[in-house]
């Protein structure tokens, strides 16, 4: 490093850079002062009083300026303005400058003639902004819970959320906006469960997060994570239902006791927990239909499921103003124990299914036998059509005491 000769104003030099000391006088006082430019392309002055200290000061910045810190006196006056104006540009990220030119390139090359980075990286804002409250698992599962039972639905469906949803939020205890796709689906995965229940698991996973979205507990106007959520697939089995004549002799061995539950859902198609909560005040033999409350229902929705002769002849020597229809809860198992004695196979939700097959051989409407069964007239059309012909619609609905 050398420095001019005793001369004003003394030079410092570092290879190509240079930093000048002047001496001037200030109330009598001699005064040295170091004059060099900055990153920010401003000329910087220091003083000092003594000049060793100015020419060591002069020194360390020489050093750092040869070094690379201060690029910007290597530049060309065109370029040490577009320098320092960009420096100035990005001095509040805290970034360096390469940094940000590198990654500004690689969004330009993404972008191509959609727009903008500008325009990108305002929409990406808006559509990922954090102003989410941070709400936990359990708090949304809460406040679903607080919301299903304000809008009418039904106690039973309100309990199948409630047990499903708190072993999912005790999986799950963190933010709700910290829960990813692929957590989840391991758990849906290990489930010890069959892919339809699976499957309904997910759908109400997926009822939540959604919940979560639109009370702005997720942001908006995006997927939620549960959305990619896969699909368990479903293989259908063949349905199962009774012929008439095995329908007959079981009704004519069962017990009293059993006969409404047998009657009830191979002649209304009620479900089987629909049964289990039916109270006799809603079976209605003079207008004959059955009342079937949002409270009793699966769906939450109420419906009127009509008593068709033979129903009303089963029913009428076991009816009661009131009280439930099935007065003790293991008459399900009891019943299929007395077809197990006779040799009657019992295939998978068999009374219900009998029902809808031979009341669509009967009445040729999906759409009436839907709203019966409280289903859509699609599954009904699926399922049901041509598995019975009329001539054993006939016999299955002149079955009578």
Known sequence: MKAKSSTWPQIIRQGNVSVKIYRSLNRGRTIYTIAFIGTDGHRNRRSFSDFEQAKIEASRIAIDLHNGQFELLQLSPTDATIYSRAVQSIRSTGRPLDVISSEYAEAFRILGSLGSVADAARFYARHHANTTPGKTVPEVVAQFLVSKKRDGFSKRYIEDCRARLNTFALSFPSKIEDVFTGEMQAWLDALNTGPRSRNNVRNLIITLFNFSRDRGFLAKNQRTEAESLTKAKVVESEIGIFKPELLAKLLKRADPNLVPFIAIGGFAGLRRAELLRLNWKDVDLKEKFIRVTPEQSKTGQRRLVPIQPNLSMWLRP???????????????????????????????????????????????????????????????????QQLVTPTEAKAWWNLRP
């Open 318 to 384: 076991n009816a009661r103003s009131k009280g439930l229809v099935c007065r003790n809860a293991r008459i399900p198992y009891r019943t299929t124990a007395v077809a197990a004695e006779l040799g009657i196979p019992w295939p998978n939700n068999a009374l219900r299914h009998s029902y809808a097959s031979y009341r669509l051989a009967q009445c040729q409407d999906a759409a009436k036998v839907a709203l019966e069964m409280g289903n859509s007239p699609a599954i009904i059309f699926r399922h049901y």
